[in-house]
């Protein structure tokens, strides 16, 4: 005990050092989804997220969307508390059976034109959960989906380059 304390002590933590910030892609990136969004919509864009049965890995990437580093907020994305104020779903996780309902219900109260977004690999088809019996294998089983981001998973340069994707391909 007392050696492998001491190791600790003189190798220090293991933890990989964070990836450094593109700054100036980012702010490029989400101007272009800010400026596309107010062309195509005709004002900035509201995200409602939810998770169908996640393990939370893609939460972590959408939350750092909001945090100090990407703060997003700035460029005029905003996550909404309601889907009656959204424009689109972010939906992560392998469609676990339980939250059938509530994202049926949640497609429901979203008013139209609306677009689902799949986030992650479990949300295409079911990912580290696929054949579980406790999941559908994705979310297209229970709400149509219009893009899928891929990755497990996916960095939130990947979520912003998705949503301008979408964006773009809506008619204007
Ligand atoms: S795609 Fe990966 S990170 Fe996202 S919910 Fe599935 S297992 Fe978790």
């Given at each position: 005990m007392r050696r492998?304390?001491?190791?600790?002590?003189?190798?220090?933590?293991?933890?990989?050092?964070?990836?450094?910030?593109?700054g100036a892609a980012l702010a490029e990136l989400a101007s272009r989804v800010?400026?596309?969004a107010r062309?195509?919509?005709?004002?900035?864009?509201?995200?409602?997220?939810?998770?169908?049965?996640?393990?939370?890995?893609?939460?972590?990437?959408?939350?750092?969307l909001g945090n100090v580093l990407y703060d997003l907020e700035r460029f005029g994305l905003r996550f909404v508390a309601?889907?009656?104020?959204?424009?689109?779903?972010l939906v992560t996780g392998p469609m676990a059976r339980h939250m059938r309902e509530a994202l049926e219900r949640t497609y429901q109260?979203?008013?139209?034109?609306?677009?689902?977004?799949?986030?992650?690999?479990?949300?295409?088809?079911?990912?580290?959960?696929?054949?579980?019996?406790?999941?559908?294998?994705?979310?297209?089983?229970v709400v149509p989906v219009d893009l899928h981001i891929p990755g497990c998973p996916p960095a939130p340069l990947a979520l912003l380059k998705g949503l301008l994707a979408l964006l773009e391909s809506v008619s204007a």
């Open positions: 492998l304390l001491l190791r600790n002590l003189v190798h220090g933590p293991l933890t990989e050092a964070a990836p450094a910030a593109d800010n400026e596309t062309r195509r919509l005709g004002r900035t864009l509201a995200i409602r997220e939810v998770d169908a049965g996640s393990c939370n890995g893609c939460e972590l990437e959408i939350h750092a309601s889907p009656r104020h959204a424009d689109i779903l109260a979203t008013p139209d034109p609306k677009w689902v977004v799949a986030v992650g690999d479990c949300a295409r088809d079911g990912g580290a959960f696929a054949g579980s019996p406790a999941c559908l294998d994705g979310i297209a089983a």
